[in-house]
């Protein structure tokens, strides 16, 4: 058996494996609700694509899988809940940092990278009450993007940050496509949009930025 073949297999039981643990934990946070056979499959589905990924471009292959699965399990319950649950957002910023000092970043670095989170996803939490009335998302988020910069750091927070917002544009734009109506006032979990553009920016972010330079900082 080759390599590649072993790493195939590899990443389908890590994949299959840990998406019994993202579902037995989310459901407990589900207020009742049940994850149905096929949103198991699909999750399956898309751990596969995830971890395969990370085993192409991880350069910390553990500290990423953990990373993966934590933002798996936060999607999963915003997604059916439209809440982000704040306790979870405690374990997740205890997770990321010791994830983060695994890797080699500083507690100073680690603990900027959070503050930028916080802050970049904040004011925009506080403009949009202030001037619109309403929320552009809800308070859980922008806990969530804190937590996700723990482990980004301050450059890839920022990216990922923006990036959120591209990939839930894509979104709409698939819904409108297939013909789905996304009303209005519809309520929309930007969990899984974060925790898609964390994943690419944790594995793509520095090509990207080096990309952007080179197109437009010649």
Not at 64 to 89: N, R
Not at 161 to 179: D, E, M, P, R
Request: net charge neutral.
């Amino acid at each position: 058996m080759n390599l590649a073949m072993i790493q195939i297999i590899k990443t389908i039981l890590f994949a299959v494996i840990s998406t019994q643990v993202i579902v037995k934990i989310s459901t407990y946070y589900l207020e009742g609700k049940q994850i149905t056979k096929t949103e198991n499959i699909i999750l399956t589905l898309a751990m596969i694509i995830l971890c395969g990924f990370v085993f192409l471009y991880s350069n910390h292959l553990a500290e990423d899988l953990f990373v993966i699965v934590f933002l798996a399990i936060v999607s999963l319950i915003d997604y059916h809940t439209k809440t982000i649950v704040d306790g979870m957002m405690y374990i997740g910023a205890i997770l990321f940092a010791i994830l983060s000092i695994a890797k080699g970043i500083e507690l100073q670095a680690l603990l900027l990278g959070g503050v930028v989170g916080l802050v970049s996803y904040g004011s925009i939490y506080v403009v949009a009450k202030v001037l619109y009335k309403r929320e552009a998302f809800g308070f859980g988020d922008v806990m969530f993007m804190g937590v996700i910069g723990i482990y980004l750091g301050v450059k890839l927070t920022l990216l990922a940050a923006l990036l959120t917002f591209y990939v839930a544009i894509i979104w709409i734009l698939v819904n409108k496509i297939i013909g789905s109506v996304l009303k209005r006032e519809m309520e929309v979990a930007f969990a899984p949009f974060m925790a898609i553009s964390c994943i690419i920016t944790m594995m793509l972010g520095d090509k990207i930025i080096q990309l952007y330079m080179n197109l437009f900082m010649v």
